[in-house]
């Protein structure tokens, strides 16, 4: 398996990932989730690829996404009572159904954390 930066090529199957956590998030929860056209999540992914202050990584294996992660990681200066250091937030992680349970989501979290 390989973890790297996602690229635009990737967007179609970034969609298809997001599509298939989204209606588990969905059927779980309905009180918070909704359903989201193809148009809206095409539309995040891209926002999330263009947005230099969000990192996407993707988990590959012989082309196939695998699953994907989406981060903001920052540096902070310091102060009179902290050193610089890095912060990040995760603000998305999917896997594939048929990807889960494998180390796929460790993996892309291992990477954020880089």
Known sequence: MEIRTATANDLE????????????????????????????????????????????WVAAEKEALLGFAVAHIADTSGNPYRQPTRIGHVDQIAVRESARRQGVGRALLAEIRR
């Open 13 to 56: 199957a970034l969609k298809i990932i997001q599509r298939e956590v989204q209606q588990l998030h969905l059927a779980a929860h309905p009180e918070i989730f909704r359903p989201a056209s193809d148009e809206e999540l095409s539309a995040a992914m891209q926002s999330f690829l263009a947005d230099a202050a969000q990192h996407v």
